[in-house]
């Protein structure tokens, strides 16, 4: 089975400021990871995922996220947030294979408040 | 355009009248399953369908029916809908691992109040 703790329910910050929403998952197996955004009354949208190679992953709207397997860590960055970029994110892993291979498991969600 | 739909978005009902929420997507993808999102929860699995006819429990499948009787369409039922079914569902589906893609494709939502 697999997990993901989102270490902050709520980030404020101030627009052109830089910001960090941090993510640490546990699984037995090796995993799939990703970041999804919700805007306010909107579906989810993938924002990146890291499956393999570079631990360093770039994705849309200037958002990157470094996996760090010795900490289990994928947290996400911006280096320079807008008002647009206000929303809820969430952290998930799937496994890369297995019975359970293809569902997601979310973190609670982090809520990102741009403060103009 | 490549989408999955979910229908009606928003609902509101009375406790124990029989529902079906509806999802449909484009994309040809086997693999579908819902989960629901509540404040402080995140989202978490009710149910999938590895392909059609094949159907599974998620992580919170209680008060929940689904079927899968054709590849694009996975329905979700509530039989008798309680006030602790007041949510957010989201349907999702995603192609087969080897084709490249692996992550999910998420409908609008659907708002459910039950009463």
């Known amino acids: 089975a697999q997990s993901v703790t989102q270490l902050d329910s709520q980030v404020p910050v101030f627009e052109e400021a830089p910001v960090e929403l941090r993510c640490n998952y546990s699984?037995?197996?090796?995993?799939?990871l990703f970041w999804y955004v919700q805007y306010p009354n909107q579906g989810l949208q993938l924002l990146l995922k890291?499956?393999?190679?570079?631990?360093l992953v770039k994705g849309i709207n200037g958002f990157e996220a470094e996996f760090n397997k010795s900490q289990t860590s994928f947290h996400l960055r911006k280096p320079s947030v807008h008002i647009s970029d206000t929303a809820e994110y969430f952290c998930a892993v799937s496994p890369w294979s297995g019975a359970g291979s293809y569902q997601l498991t979310f973190g609670k969600g982090t809520k990102l408040s741009v403060i103009p | 355009e490549a989408q999955v739909t979910q229908n009606p978005r928003y609902l509101i009902t009375v406790t124990g009248k029989k529902l079906t929420v509806t999802c449909s997507q484009n994309?040809?993808?086997?693999?579908m399953s819902w989960y629901r999102q509540d404040p402080g929860l995140g989202l978490r699995q009710i149910y999938y369908s590895m392909n059609v006819e094949v159907t599974d429990k998620g992580d919170v499948p209680e008060g929940y029916k689904v079927s899968r009787k054709e590849k694009r369409n996975f329905p979700l039922i509530l039989e008798s809908p309680s006030p602790n079914q007041t949510s957010l569902y989201f349907c999702?589906?995603?192609?087969?691992?080897?084709?490249?893609?692996?992550?999910?494709?998420f409908g609008q939502g659907t708002r459910l109040t039950v009463v």
């Open positions: 890291y499956l393999s190679g570079s631990t």
């Open positions: 994309m040809n993808h086997e693999y």
């Open positions: 699984s037995s197996v090796s995993v799939y």
């Open positions: 999702a589906s995603s192609p087969p691992r080897g084709q490249g893609v692996t992550e999910a494709f």
